[in-house]
């Protein structure tokens, strides 16, 4: 919980203060049973996380501190191996992420009025691979 907290307090700075605290609440309670792809340092220390669902990427959130290091580069390259289609979304107000998946070859596909659960944050709709 840690990586997704300090990851959300550096890049989610738009979230209504009440929608982040459901939210954590939310994540607390999906993260620990989730198949994880973790990303750790020398010492085995987790760094970063995806979650992957058939060909969507659900979440990818680094540790700030490695944010620019090649982790998030790395998990998302172990994703591609397993799906060459890889989907994502991504919110409208997280213009680093967005730059992040446009300049590793990410096109974008569509955007949502809404996030998942019908809170007012519009979603981007990524996919890897040039324009159809």
Same mark, same amino acid.
């Given at each position: ?6 990851a959300?307090?550096?890049?989610h ?17 999906? #993260? ?5 792809t973790l ?12 979650? #992957? ?5 659900e979440?990818?959130f ?5 944010r ?6 790395? #998990?998302?390259?172990e994703a ?12 409208e107000h ?7 998946y446009?300049r ?7 955007r ?6 019908g809170?007012?944050?519009?979603l ?5 691979g040039?324009?159809?």
């Open positions: 919980m840690a990586i997704w907290r300090g959300v307090d550096a890049t700075d738009f979230l209504d203060p009440a929608d982040r605290i459901a939210i954590d609440a939310e994540v607390s309670a999906f #993260l620990p049973a989730a198949a994880l990303a750790v340092d020398g010492t085995d220390r987790a760094i970063g996380f995806m979650f #992957l669902y058939e060909g969507h990427m979440a990818l680094i540790d700030p501190a490695r620019g290091t090649g982790v998030g580069r790395a #998990l998302v390259e591609l191996c397993r799906h060459p289609h890889l989907t994502t979304d991504v919110n997280n213009s680093q992420a967005i730059g992040f446009e590793i070859g990410f096109t974008r596909t569509g949502s009025a809404t996030d998942g659960q809170r007012p944050y519009p981007i709709h990524l996919r890897f040039p324009a159809a």
